[in-house]
């Protein structure tokens, strides 16, 4: 093979490359989540980012990827019973009124702040789905998905 064709070659191999990057999903550059099923409408959602990134984006990621196994599983609203954060150098204490029952929206929307900065929070959550809501305790699969997601406009 001549310079010519192998430097043709290489300029392919680096603009398919450059190409399916720009293909990834927001989500996967951040980082990603597992479930694991605790029980028929329960699920422990934990985060794991792919570098440093805040704490409150990594729960909002955990909170995202709640919404959406929501709706995958056929129910529309879900409590948030646990919040856990398992990073090595985070001190993360639950309110103590609200350690042993469902969170209320407020808290599971804007989680209490950790006592340290994490240098990789590592979020789990604890879920039940609902089909019905639960004023000041349910949160709504779609909405957030909704806020997650750019519309066509950039908004």
């Known amino acids: ?12 191999v680096v603009c398919l490359i450059a190409f399916l990057s720009g293909c990834t999903a927001y989500y996967g550059t ?3 989540a597992s479930e694991t099923q605790v029980a028929p409408d329960s699920y422990r959602v934990a985060f794991f980012p ?8 990594a729960y909002r990621e955990a909170l995202l990827r ?9 129910y529309r609203y879900f409590a948030v ?22 969170y209320n929206a407020y808290t599971a929307y ?3 702040p950790s ?16 089909r019905a809501p639960i004023p000041g305790v349910t949160l709504d699969a779609k909405v957030i998905r909704s806020q997650a997601i750019p519309t066509s406009d950039g908004k």
């Open 1 to 12: 093979m001549c310079f010519p064709q192998l430097r043709a070659a290489l300029v392919s």
């Open 30 to 32: 951040v980082g990603r």
């Open 50 to 57: 792919t570098g440093y990134i805040s704490w409150d984006l």
């Open 66 to 74: 709640c919404a959406e196994l929501t709706i995958e599983s056929g």
């Open 81 to 102: 019973s646990a919040i856990e954060n398992y990073s090595s150098a985070t001190d993360f204490v639950p309110p103590a009124s609200r350690s042993h029952g469902f």
């Open 110 to 112: 804007n989680p209490p």
């Open 115 to 130: 006592s340290s900065i994490p240098f990789w929070p590592l979020p789990a959550l604890t879920i039940k789905m609902l």
